[in-house]
């Protein structure tokens, strides 16, 4: 166990395990998407109330779901860089702030063009689903500038693991906004497998593929950024050098 | 699969039932977030291994020079 886990550290291992890896969930994510976005665009039927704007949820679920994985997943690997030390969980971190970022703008822009046709609004600052999304996109900009603003990268690690746990209180507050506070945002819908009905299964079908293809390309993403990160950190390394050396070669 | 298809038309498939432009600014955002975050990495990698080839060459020049 203790093996594996310092193995699983070490950024030469994930390196060229990734490289076995990342051929597969490119083309996962290839294939999902594709179906997802045909799926969505071509075959799902118009919604009774919101009409084709229900198409524009099948992405909009997705991103948001998705955006609320990012400060779980710092915190844990924060957590893993204070009690263990081990950088890959640091680099990890460090790149998916950015990545989240973008995750949460596009969640509020996607929700925000939606509102517009269905709510009759692009923002309502009294929502509480809307400005705590807003909240944690700020919280993720955050992140970023306090990782920039500290010159020593280990400080700069423990106070954006300490951030992303702090993240971590909001994400719950914006998953249950739309039950404790009963304001313009709906609650997410039951699913509803019975065919005809306004949720009916075409549309979770098409989200919950629309949904894994968004978590594919999130790993995708956060992986080819990781690498890159593993890169410049180990450049004094052996083994970088002669990856350097070979791909040098190649081109 | 085709009869299945919500459209008669090419038109009618860009007009969206009257919702053209909230429905394509969504999948046009949502193509370009996909695009730029798996191309920025892959143009990083690429100035990364350049940038570092020619540090590795700078030093082993420099190596050269000291020894001989």
Not at chain 1, 120 to 142: A, H, N, P, Y
Not at chain 2, 20 to 40: D, H, P, Q, S, T
Not at chain 2, 45 to 63: A, C, G, P, T
Request: net charge neutral.
């Amino acid at each position: 166990m203790w093996l594996w886990f310092s193995k699983l550290g070490s950024p030469k291992w994930f390196y060229e395990l990734s490289e076995k890896w990342l051929p597969w969930l490119v083309g996962a994510m290839v294939v999902f998407l594709s179906i997802g976005v045909v799926w969505a665009l071509l075959y799902l039927p118009p919604d009774y109330q919101q009409g084709y704007t229900s198409r524009i949820l099948v992405v909009h679920v997705a991103v948001a779901g998705t955006s609320l994985a990012f400060f779980p997943l710092m915190a844990v690997a924060g957590t893993i860089t204070l009690v263990w030390k081990m950088k890959l969980a640091d680099m990890v971190a460090k790149n998916a702030a950015p990545l989240g970022a973008w995750f949460s703008f596009i969640t509020l822009a996607t929700g925000s063009i939606w509102g517009s046709a269905s709510w009759g609004t692009w923002w309502e600052w009294t929502d509480s689903r809307l400005v705590s999304m807003l909240f944690q996109f700020f919280l993720l900009l955050g992140v970023i500038s306090l990782r920039s603003a500290l010159d020593n990268s280990e400080a700069a690690a423990k106070a954006c693991a300490l951030l992303s746990i702090v993240g971590c209180i909001n994400v719950v507050v914006i998953k249950y906004s739309v039950e404790w506070w009963n304001t313009l945002h709906q609650p997410s819908s039951p699913v509803n497998l019975d065919s005809g009905s306004a949720n009916g299964p075409e549309f979770w079908v098409a989200t919950a593929i629309m949904i894994i293809a968004v978590y594919l390309f999130f790993t995708v993403s956060l992986i080819l950024s990781t690498r890159n990160e593993i890169l410049q950190r180990e450049k004094g390394s052996q083994w970088v050098k002669e990856i350097v050396k070979k791909q040098h070669a190649e081109v | 699969m085709i009869e299945a298809i919500e459209f008669s038309s090419f038109s009618e498939f860009l007009n969206m039932g009257g919702y053209a432009f909230n429905v394509w600014a969504v999948y046009g955002l949502f193509a370009i977030f996909i695009v730029a975050n798996l191309l920025a990495p892959k143009i990083r990698r690429k100035s990364i291994l350049k940038e570092q080839y020619r540090r590795i060459v700078l030093n082993e020049e420099s190596d050269a020079n000291e020894s001989g």
